[in-house]
């Protein structure tokens, strides 16, 4: 199984990004499909969440800003985010719980991350 993300890049304060990331390979299901970001010095934080009936959660410093959605057909979770910040400069990571078969349990996948460079 691979998490493949795209769409960083950079912008100005106030500007749009979109992320994109693609589970591909043996995929019996997947729950949980997150985003974090990690800024050099910090942390890896989530971002938000969006589990496999649509329901989502968001860290209180996006809301308002960003929407995570997924596309189960495609096993692929975006994340649109707008009046981006220079304080939402980080790499980005895409993470899914996925099941290779009805008979596996859930495991963590993570994507390669991508660049989210927010100027003032």
């Known amino acids: 199984v691979q998490l493949q993300a795209s769409g960083g890049g950079s912008v100005q304060e106030g500007g749009s990004l979109r992320l994109s990331c693609a589970a591909s390979?043996?995929?019996?299901?997947?729950?949980?499909m997150s985003w974090y970001r990690q800024a050099p010095g910090n942390e890896r934080e989530l971002v938000a969440v969006?589990?496999?009936?649509?329901?989502?959660n968001y860290a209180d410093s996006v809301k308002g800003r960003f929407t995570i959605s997924r596309d189960n057909a495609k096993n692929t979770v975006y994340l649109q985010m707008n009046s981006l910040k220079p304080d939402d400069t980080a790499v980005y990571y895409c993470?899914?719980?996925?099941?290779?078969?009805?008979?596996?349990?859930?495991?963590?996948?993570w994507g390669q991350g991508t660049q989210v460079t927010v100027s003032s």
């Open positions: 993470y899914a719980n996925i099941r290779t078969s009805r008979f596996a349990t859930s495991r963590a996948y």
């Open positions: 969006v589990w496999s009936g649509g329901s989502t």
């Open positions: 390979g043996s995929i019996f299901s997947i729950s949980a």
